[in-house]
């Protein structure tokens, strides 16, 4: 019973972490582009974007074309307005927005790796404090697999980054500069 509690205490931890908007946003790195640059920065990628009118829409970016952003739609606020699937969004409603990247697995691996080596060790233990045949195979697969998972989310994390993303209007030169903030002209960012 205290192993039941303790994990739903570091559930409902973990949970209330990953759901503050302040912590998420924190340490995010933010880039000026002009918006004939946006077509080759984001063309293919996976972007949030909450437009002036208040909704909310994520999903791939298909195409920049002069005067509208193509976005293939996943998640949308006002499924009226912008239904899933193709939506055209035009020109002025493009701000700024999120944009999502993804730097490979290299640390899901050794996240899993390290969690699972951990788990191995403490099942190990469970193994020999639990007794009967069920319970040392039910403490045992927890014991592996929890950790293994918390290492699995936390390397996930770290192979993902979010960059939220202002666009500037064209020819307009640098915009006054913020803080943690730098302008970015090319491919490699």
């Not at 909310?56 to 899933?84: C, F, H, I, W």
């Not at 697995?105 to 050794?110: D, F, G, I, K, T």
């Amino acid at each position: 019973m205290r192993l039941g509690r303790w994990l739903c205490y570091l559930l409902l931890a973990t949970a209330a972490v990953a759901t503050d908007k302040e912590h998420k946003d924190s340490g995010r790195r933010t880039f000026r582009l002009e918006w004939r640059d946006l077509n080759r920065m984001v063309r293919g990628r996976n972007i949030d974007i909450a437009l002036p009118s208040g909704i909310q829409l994520n999903g791939r970016v298909t195409s920049v074309e002069e005067d509208a952003l193509m976005l293939d739609v996943r998640k949308t606020s006002n499924k009226r307005a912008y239904p899933k699937g193709r939506a055209v969004v035009p020109r002025p409603e493009v701000t700024e927005f999120t944009l999502a990247r993804k730097e490979g697995h290299a640390w899901s691996a050794v996240g899993v790796s390290v969690g699972g080596s951990i788990g191995a060790g403490v099942a190990a233990g469970v193994v020999q404090v639990v007794e009967g045949d069920g319970r040392r195979a039910l403490g045992a697969a927890l014991a592996v697999g929890i950790p293994a998972a918390l290492g699995y989310g936390l390397g996930w994390a770290a192979d993902h980054e979010y960059v939220n993303v202002i666009v500037v209007p064209d020819g307009t030169g640098r915009a006054p500069a913020q803080p943690k903030t730098r302008e970015v002209r090319g491919p490699n960012w």
